[in-house]
């Protein structure tokens, strides 16, 4: 097996087992050298300095742009709008076309297994326009069914908002036919990839997504950068969501001309080293590949789940095929709470995270009030699962029962 613990600082400095990848990744190498280059050789304003610095700093940002572009293998740099996470991309779409586009008598589609980044701005559009949200439910396992799909789509499903992969069950949501139906019936799908980008290739064009977003913390970049991808023309359509400087084209007294997409969306000083370490962050995952990545998260994450089922009172949430996790193991133990399952496993250098992950109508749906969650990346190791799984053995017994 290869071992990418080497490329991330704070990996290879100290002994923790880090399983929190799903709240935020951690950096390598590259990323962080790609962020400190920015601000040690380019550093000037982005889109605004007519000086050579200036233009340096405005051409390795763009650059980034490009790479994203290519990354989401959408059609034109202009649909690729840089926001500080899933959660600002995902306002943005709501204040932005949700709430000039939907009006009394129009249906928001929600998938249940949603964060709370792409249900509360929903929740939100529906009390300022009228329109009435409506979940699409799953099964125990995580899995949606056709029928439910079909009937939760309605001649007024306006707006999707669906979850690409869960960030509780891990799952990945049949988002082409949602897609697909949503069209048929002239509405528009946000996707949610905040969970998918660092696990799998994403094709905008093939998906047929309108808009998608994802964060950048996620997928090995620094913290405050993410990405909206919005279909052109819809995003020309739609008004700024922010307003300030670089939006525009040219300001009077009382008006203003809107810059030309990308920079109508955004505002204000924009977050070059950001951007950049992104860039890097793609170009470090890409150089791995995929199929490698995917084979080291698929193979723990089966060890893992192979070890789980076996140990009495632990219970796993979702499917029980591991290949259908993305690294993602929700679980509970049976009389322990999962903030306690946390704290043991920290007291043994064990980082996981637990509670209701911000998807509580998620947990509601399942029956659950809040789970302990492992999640696992391609630099974790084998050693790493099996001094997770000698833990979690213990966790009953530590808290004084029996098992
Ligand atoms: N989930 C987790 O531990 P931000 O915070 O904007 O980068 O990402 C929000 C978000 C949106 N959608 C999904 C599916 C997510 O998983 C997240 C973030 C983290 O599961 C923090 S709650």
């Known amino acids: 097996?290869?071992?990418?613990?080497?490329?991330?600082?704070?990996?290879?400095?100290?002994?923790?087992?880090?399983?929190?990848?799903?709240?935020t990744a951690q950096r390598p190498d590259a990323v962080l050298a790609a962020e400190r280059e920015f601000y040690e050789k380019y550093n000037a304003n982005p889109l605004r300095g007519l000086y050579e610095l200036g233009m340096e700093a405005t051409d390795r940002y763009e650059a980034a742009r490009d790479c994203v572009r290519d990354f989401l293998h959408a059609e034109d740099s202009a649909e690729i709008i840089f926001t500080r996470n899933t959660t600002e991309s995902i306002n943005l779409v709501a204040y932005s076309y949700g709430l000039t586009h939907l009006k009394t008598g129009d249906e928001i589609l929600v998938t249940i297994d949603s964060h709370h980044s792409n249900l509360l701005p929903w929740q939100m559009v529906a009390r300022q326009t009228g329109a009435t949200l409506r979940y699409l439910d799953c099964e125990q396992d995580g899995a949606y069914e056709?029928?439910?799909?079909?009937?939760?789509?309605?001649?007024?499903?306006?707006?999707?908002?669906?979850?690409?992969?869960?960030?509780?069950?891990?799952?990945?949501?049949?988002?082409?036919?949602?897609?697909?139906?949503?069209?048929?019936?002239?509405?528009?799908?946000?996707?949610?990839?905040?969970?998918?980008?660092?696990?799998?290739?994403?094709?905008?064009?093939?998906?047929?997504?309108?808009?998608?977003?994802?964060?950048?913390?996620?997928?090995?970049?620094?913290?405050?950068?993410?990405?909206?991808?919005?279909?052109?023309?819809?995003?020309?359509?739609?008004?700024?969501?922010?307003?300030g400087g670089e939006m525009i084209d040219s300001v009077s007294?009382?008006?203003?001309?809107?810059?030309?997409?990308?920079?109508?969306?955004?505002?204000?000083?924009?977050?070059?080293?950001?951007?950049?370490?992104?860039?890097?962050?793609?170009?470090?995952?890409?150089?791995?590949?995929?199929?490698?990545?995917?084979?080291?998260?698929?193979?723990?994450?089966?060890?893992a789940m192979g070890e789980m089922k076996r140990i009495p009172g632990v219970h796993l949430i979702g499917s029980t095929d591991p290949k259908k996790h993305h690294g993602i193991i929700s679980f509970t133990i049976d009389d322990v709470h999962p903030h306690d399952i946390a704290?043991?496993?920290?007291?043994?250098?064990?980082?996981?995270?637990?509670?209701?992950?911000?998807?509580?109508?998620?947990?509601?749906?399942?029956?659950?009030?809040?789970?302990?969650?492992?999640?696992?990346?391609?630099?974790?190791?084998?050693?790493?699962?099996?001094?997770?799984?000698?833990?979690?053995?213990?966790?009953?017994?530590?808290?004084?029962?029996?098992?």
């Open 343 to 403: 704290s043991i496993l920290d007291a043994d250098k064990i980082a996981v995270r637990a509670g209701h992950h911000c998807a509580q109508p998620l947990l509601q749906h399942l029956g659950v009030m809040s789970t302990a969650r492992a999640s696992i990346a391609f630099y974790n190791t084998e050693k790493d699962i099996d001094r997770f799984i000698k833990s979690v053995k213990e966790i009953r017994r530590r808290m004084g029962y029996g098992e």
């Open 146 to 243: 056709v029928k439910d799909m079909m009937a939760a789509v309605t001649p007024q499903t306006k707006l999707a908002a669906v979850t690409h992969v869960s960030n509780v069950t891990g799952r990945l949501d049949p988002i082409e036919a949602i897609i697909r139906l949503v069209h048929e019936q002239g509405g528009v799908v946000l996707v949610d990839a905040a969970q998918s980008a660092p696990h799998m290739p994403i094709d905008v064009q093939e998906l047929d997504a309108d808009f998608l977003a994802f964060s950048g913390h996620k997928l090995m970049a620094p913290m405050g950068i993410g990405v909206l991808y919005g279909k052109k023309a819809l995003l020309e359509d739609m008004p700024p969501f922010l307003s």
């Open 1 to 23: 097996m290869r071992q990418f613990k080497e490329d991330f600082p704070l990996l290879r400095q100290s002994d923790l087992v880090y399983l929190d990848s799903a709240a």
């Open 253 to 303: 007294r009382f008006d203003a001309v809107y810059a030309p997409l990308p920079h109508k969306f955004e505002a204000g000083t924009v977050n070059g080293g950001g951007a950049v370490a992104l860039q890097a962050a793609i170009e470090y995952m890409e150089g791995i590949g995929w199929r490698e990545i995917n084979k080291q998260e698929e193979l723990l994450t089966e060890m």
